[in-house]
């Protein structure tokens, strides 16, 4: 599995401090190593796959059941430039459900 990670945040430094410090307390209470800065997006074995499909749908953190799969990941370093158009998917709500889901 390959996973992106984020090297550099376009947003601002509270959304920035905000996603650090969430990071960086996940890290410290999960029983599984999760990467810090990994992005949702993904390539992934079809074996990978089969196991994700069987797992709940009321769990949306991809980041988390990625690394709770067991498989080896391998992160590629990426700069996501500034979103051109169209508002952010994620509320600071909706940001806020997928931390307690996560």
């Known amino acids: 599995m390959v996973y992106a990670i984020r090297t ?13 410090l969430f990071y960086r307390v996940l ?7 999760i990467p ?3 992005g949702d997006f993904c390539v992934m074995d079809r074996e990978v796959v089969e196991v ?4 709940p749908k ?9 690394s709770w799969a067991g498989f080896r990941q391998v992160g590629v ?6 979103q051109q158009a169209g508002a952010p ?5 909706k940001l806020l459900d997928l931390g307690v889901i996560g």
């Open 8 to 20: 550099k945040r376009k947003e601002g430094l509270l959304k920035r401090a905000t996603y650090k």
């Open 52 to 55: 994700l499909k069987v797992m």
């Open 27 to 33: 890290h410290q209470l999960a029983s599984i190593d």
């Open 89 to 93: 998917k994620y509320t600071f709500a």
């Open 36 to 38: 810090v800065d990994a």
């Open 77 to 82: 370093a990426y700069e996501r430039s500034v």
């Open 58 to 66: 009321c769990s949306q953190f991809v980041r988390g059941l990625r």
